[in-house]
């Protein structure tokens, strides 16, 4: 294909090196613009196919307009300004993340309640928090999204049940301080307790003057009712909802001696930029929490940030490694991998013709990949490969005599059961990839290829070829399903068939059909009833397979074939691309940022959903962080856990910039 496009393609598109060429007139366009200009790869082949040769449209189609487009995003970050090596090879040792603040997520929210004891979990049972939204691919909120502002009908939500926890919170606190605030206590010493260290802990800092002054004022009204209406105002206080990660300028912190760590034996702050920002020992103590538990800081963390220590590497891995052992940084972990898989979909489906498939099970489900996740993370020595290529699946007894196997009690635990293995033949990931009628075979390839190998696909194309066209597929669907031996994996291939669903479907989507092995109840199979009302049972199912461009859409020349479903996991587990989405989904679930412009989030039309884009600083910054982590990995024996515990310790967490107009998504 190089031999085609440097002979033809670059008569008018001369290559000028990291993915920049030349076009008519002179004039120069980059090739990552122009796949978000038309929405992605698919957009950018349907142009090649559309529009391409100049004079001679449609004289590049097929494959030869799937491996032009391909050919031309490889080169996207060839040549000397290849963002890694600019920045991993200049001067400036630091890196820089974004000046924020975020509103706690709904689950932060409630994690923060509970753990502060102003809530207790019956409180929650109506799900009364209001929802988070919009969300990544992989249900990541975006933090600073313009759409989760406080806006009055979040407001009114939050204040109704504020002022309905309240009354237990200050019930729970009169007992946890009670010689302050107890029977024996009076309104004042309770006041002094609650700016002094009830208060501290909700706002995640000491209070300022004026904050003391105004929450001291609620008990006027005397002890009970003061501290109710103190409570109920610290719940809604932004301090609280949001978590500050705005930092202080750099000559305040050096002004107040911060010491945040040294490097090459010189202190980090002399070596900031003067136009970056600074956490405070107490922001960079909270951004900690959030990242390590999904909770507000415990007492530990606070005195940590109290005393300033959290400055150098070992004293943060210290807390790291504390957090990551307690109960809520387990719980997070197992969030992280099901919302990088998506596994409370399953939730979502509804299967009225299959009892068994209860929604105890659908929740067995979502928590079996929790569980798969936080085995892989947590265990000593086991490389993230497993999380695709365990010949084990974790599950409790329920779930185990569901897939056929032994009830072995309500504990979840590793057991081997036949044909499964991986979080390709996890139950969740199978049956949310479908629909009552059948299995999903299009929703199982795209995810494979969006959650697993981070290839983004780009949007559908909106012109579906002609209607006659479209009329012939429909037709020949018909007849297929008239006759009763048209399985999930046929029909899908008829309906694709249209010239414009090739560019994804001839090569990048139609050949991963061959998990075709597990039907939509997450039950593995070996046979299929036919659709429709004639459809004959025990037909064979066809779980051939290749995967086409294994390590990126820029190569579909390279393949794997693959026989089922768990064949596949094992195939895909040593990719290269596996273990860089490791990187991007660690990334972005710690710090609420895409690690590159490839890893926006789009919305279902193809436009970037991103609320903040990445100046050119932070793409080489976090490129450079990327080979950072990927050294981390390999240095490691391929742990994910080592690769989400150097993420509290990289400098772009403590050091920050301002948002520029520029970088705002319009």
């Not at 689950?107 to 809530?119: F, I, T």
């Not at 109920?232 to 949001?242: D, E, M």
């Not at 995967?547 to 290269?576: T, V």
């Amino acid at each position: 294909m190089a031999e085609v496009t440097s002979t033809k393609c670059s008569i008018c598109h001369q290559h000028q090196g990291n993915g920049t060429f030349t076009a008519l007139g002179g004039s120069n366009f980059k090739i990552t613009d122009s796949l978000t200009r038309r929405g992605g790869f698919a957009g950018l082949v349907k142009y090649i196919v559309d529009e391409m040769p100049r004079g001679n449209p449609a004289g590049c189609v097929g494959s030869c307009a799937l491996n032009a487009a391909g050919y031309m995003v490889s080169l996207a970050s060839d040549g000397p300004k290849d963002p890694v090596g600019s920045a991993c090879d200049a001067e400036d040792p630091l890196s820089y993340g974004i000046r924020t603040l975020k509103l706690l997520t709904k689950r932060e929210l409630k994690n923060s309640l509970l753990d502060l004891r102003l809530a207790v979990d019956s409180d929650f049972a109506n799900d009364p928090l209001p929802p988070d939204s919009p969300l990544t691919k992989s249900s990541y909120p975006i933090h600073l999204h313009a759409k989760i502002a406080v806006d009055e009908t979040r407001n009114n939500t939050l204040r109704a049940f504020a002022e309905k926890i309240a009354p237990g919170a200050a019930s729970r606190m009169r007992q946890d301080y009670s010689s302050a605030c107890g029977n024996s206590g009076t309104a004042t010493n309770c006041a002094n307790t609650f700016v002094d260290t009830i208060a501290k802990r909700i706002f995640r800092r000491p209070l300022t003057s004026d904050e003391r002054t105004t929450y001291t004022k609620f008990f006027n009204d005397g002890l009970e009712e003061g501290l109710t209406q103190a409570l109920t105002a610290a719940i809604l206080a932004p301090q609280f909802l949001y978590r500050s990660e705005l930092g202080i300028p750099v000559a305040q912190a050096m002004q107040q001696n911060l010491n945040i760590g040294t490097i090459n034996g010189r202190s980090k702050l002399q070596l900031v930029e003067a136009d970056a920002y600074v956490l405070t020992n107490y922001e960079f103590a909270a951004a900690l929490a959030y990242m390590y538990t999904g909770s507000t800081p415990d007492a530990t963390l606070l005195q940590a940030a109290d005393r300033g220590e959290l400055a150098t590497e070992t004293q943060i891995n210290s807390q790291i490694d504390r957090m990551l052992a307690t109960s809520r940084g387990r719980e997070h972990i197992g969030e992280f991998g099901a919302n990088w898989m998506r596994a409370d979909d399953v939730l979502k489906e509804s299967r009225p013709n299959y009892a068994a498939m209860t929604d105890q099970i659908k929740r067995d489900m979502a928590d079996e990949v929790r569980e798969l996740f936080r085995h892989i993370f947590f265990g000593n020595g086991i490389p993230f490969e497993q999380f695709y290529n365990g010949d084990y699946s974790m599950v409790n007894g329920r779930l185990a005599q569901y897939y056929g196997g032994s009830n072995h009690g309500s504990d979840w635990r590793s057991v081997t059961l036949p044909n499964r293995g991986g979080v390709i033949t996890t139950g969740a990931f199978m049956a949310a990839n479908a629909d009552a009628v059948g299995a999903g075979p299009i929703k199982r390839a795209v995810d494979v290829r969006e959650l697993m190998l981070c290839h983004h696909l780009g949007a559908p194309p909106q012109d579906l070829g002609s209607a006659e066209e479209r009329e012939r597929l429909k037709q020949e669907a018909i007849e297929l399903e008239a006759r009763g031996d048209m399985t999930d994996r046929i029909y899908f291939e008829a309906i694709t068939k249209a010239t414009a669903c090739a560019s994804c479907h001839e090569k990048i989507i139609n050949p991963l059909f061959g998990m075709d092995d597990f039907d939509q109840y997450g039950r593995f199979r070996t046979q299929v009833t036919g659709r429709g009302a004639n459809g004959i049972p025990g037909l064979p199912t066809d779980t051939r397979g290749i995967l086409w461009g294994p390590n990126g859409l820029g190569n579909l020349d390279e393949f794997i074939e693959f026989n089922g479903s768990k064949d596949l996991g094992k195939k895909i587990a040593q990719l290269p691309s596996v273990h860089e989405c490791l990187i991007v989904n660690t990334f972005r679930y710690t710090t609420g940022l895409p690690i590159d412009e490839a890893n926006y989030s789009k919305q279902g039309g193809g436009q970037i959903d991103e609320p903040v884009r990445l100046n050119q600083d932070q793409k080489e910054d976090y490129a450079c962080i990327k080979e950072q982590l990927l050294d981390v990995y390999d240095s490691s024996s391929h742990s994910a856990k080592s690769v989400y515990r150097k993420m509290g310790t990289l400098d772009l967490i403590r050091l920050r910039k301002p948002i520029a107009r520029s970088q705002v998504n319009q």
